[in-house]
């Protein structure tokens, strides 16, 4: 019998989190869910019942975060499991992106979780157990072009999160990095998907290459659905896995970027070594 959890779920008002709560009330857990409007998060999910608590959090805002935190604390009596899914995709190259665009994808995308992450660990310390899911992407991996700064917020996610598993392994805490491919979400739409309102005639190519990304949603390979079902597999897990790609296109791109990288590393072993002593 699958054990009860409670969990927080943050960016919950559509696709995988969406998902993901629908299936994690349905199966008896109980659920806080954040989004920035709390009445498109109540229905969407379309649940009556104590087991759903609806927050509206700015994550970017440390007292918004704490609060939301310390109330699902003071409501369920305990946290079992984090999953930092809020975030959103931001194309551009570097001379077309403002200061704004770039510092406001970075308070969503990598402080944002951040905030939750450093609320909700003395929770679970004081427990002696819980799991933090932490999502990244295939393009914090692999990044493309003209993706710079979306990968470059992924990236921090995955040097956060593999830092992060060794501090707290001791702890009783899980974590688990999760990097998926493109899944058949809203996240290819404008709410989701910010592109520089600063336009650079030379970088039209990249521009179009954007555009056509855009225009693959309702195309994607991935399921969120059961996408979501994964993560409440994992969750159940005594020994969870540290690193979990999602999507067969996710898996193809990582083992690409592995020989890239392999490949390069020995090209240059020479002059790597030439630094010592």
Known sequence: M?????WFVTGASKGIGLA??????????????????????????????????????ELANDDSVSAAINETYQNFGR???????????IGGTMEELTDKEVRDSFDINVFGMVNVIRHVLPIMRKQNSGHIINISSIAGIAPSTGW???????????GLTEV???????LGINVTLIAPGSFRTNFNNPD???????????????????????GMSGSQAGDPEKAANVMMEIAEMSKPPLYLLLGSDAYARAFNKLELLSTSYKEWE???????Y
Do not use: M
């Open 270 to 276: 020479t002059l790597t070594a030439s630094t010592d």
């Open 164 to 170: 992060l598993a060794e501090d707290v392994k001791a």
């Open 79 to 89: 946290i079992d499991v984090v999953v930092n899914n809020a975030g959103y995709g």
């Open 20 to 57: 993901l709560i629908k299936q994690l009330l349905q199966a008896g857990h109980k659920v806080a869910a954040t989004s920035r409007n709390s009445k498109n998060l109540i229905d969407a999910v379309n649940f009556k019942g104590d087991a759903f608590l609806p927050l509206k959090v």
């Open 192 to 214: 989701s998907l910010v592109l520089s309102e600063n336009k650079i005639d030379a970088y039209s190519s990249i521009r179009a290459a954007q555009e056509r990304f855009a």
């Open 2 to 6: 699958e054990n009860k959890k409670v």
């Open 148 to 158: 710079s700064v979306y990968g470059a917020t992924k990236h921090a996610v995955i």
